[in-house]
């Protein structure tokens, strides 16, 4: 049995290509009228060929044709519904940095102490993206710099903002 995603707008649809059919069937009756009202006497049948009358038709139907398709695409049909339940677990992982005077020398493979963390914060964060990690950082007193967030974007900008001697 197909399903409907968006069923709520199944009747909104169907109202729509009901008015559709109508507004086309009213054109071609409109259509007639005007003609048979400008072309009268013998040349009327000559001016109007069958020709036109079959491409008009086929116009008609196609027309109609696309919009029921567009109506029923719009409903968003699926079928059958396959669920599986895992379980996932999220940890909050709060990072600390000291961003004293002592985090400014160079001993960490030529980087100082302050960058060699960062990027070793930022390869747990690629390691492990669906965390939640916040950031701190002290000097004498310690500043939230961002709370727990998923959001690894804003984790990643608090954590290059990270400046040393920024604690009082």
């Known amino acids: 049995m197909v399903n409907f995603i968006n069923s709520q707008y199944f009747y909104i649809t169907l109202l729509l290509i009901v008015i559709v059919v109508g507004v086309v069937i009213y054109s071609e009756r409109k259509r007639q009228k005007t003609l048979s009202s400008l072309l009268v006497g013998e040349n009327a049948n000559k001016l109007i060929s069958s ?15 696309a919009t029921t398709i567009l109506g029923f695409c ?4 699926f079928n059958g519904v396959d669920t ?9 992982i709060l990072v600390l940095f000291d961003v004293s005077k002592s985090m400014n020398v160079i001993d960490c493979y030529g980087e100082s102490r302050l960058n060699y963390g960062r990027s070793l914060v930022r390869d ?6 669906s965390e939640k990690y916040g950031l701190m950082s002290f000097a004498g007193l310690g500043i939230v710099e961002i709370p ?3 959001d690894q974007v804003s984790f990643q900008i608090a954590l290059d903002e990270l400046k040393k001697y920024k604690n009082p």
């Open 51 to 65: 020709a036109c009358d079959k491409r008009r038709i086929w116009r008609n139907v196609l027309f109609l044709l």
């Open 74 to 77: 719009l409903l968003r049909p």
């Open 84 to 92: 599986e339940e895992y379980q996932v677990q999220v940890r909050n």
């Open 124 to 129: 747990v964060t690629k390691e492990f993206p």
């Open 148 to 150: 727990l967030t998923t």
